[in-house]
């Protein structure tokens, strides 16, 4: 099994930035690409960012391309989310997942067997 935890969530004005982590613990080589996403109140969960664990390749949803830098420290075995630029719209509780599997679509929850409890991120404007 493997255990997510994300941290580093809080408030921000609009234009600041934070920095999540997610600290994964367990059976972590089998892990074949981890994701951020994020949830608002009402609101489906939306995939954000991937990161292939083994070659590093990343991509991002249009709504965060460009603000957003998904990373990953695999000797740490932490998976990062640098948000940059935040916006009211960005408000919403964040989750990392990983994949244990190298099939599915990246930005559909049913792809991820591990999540973590999330991380509330709040940008006030």
């Known amino acids: 099994q493997v255990q997510l935890m994300e941290s580093g969530g809080g408030s921000v004005q609009a234009g600041g930035s934070l920095r999540l982590s997610c600290a994964a613990s367990g059976a972590t080589d089998s892990t074949y690409y981890m994701s951020w996403f994020r949830q608002a109140p009402g609101k489906e969960r939306e995939g954000l960012a991937t990161i292939y664990a083994r070659s590093g390749n990343t991509y991002y949803a249009d709504s965060v391309k460009g603000r957003f830098t998904i990373s990953q420290d695999n000797a740490k075995n932490t998976l990062y989310l640098q948000m940059n630029t935040l916006k009211p719209e960005d408000t919403a509780m964040y989750y990392c997942?990983?994949?244990?599997?190298?099939?599915?679509?990246?930005?559909?929850?049913?792809?991820?067997?591990?999540w973590g409890q999330g991380s509330q991120v709040t940008v006030s404007s």
């Open positions: 997942a990983a994949a244990n599997t190298a099939y599915g679509l990246w930005r559909s929850p049913r792809s991820y067997k591990y």
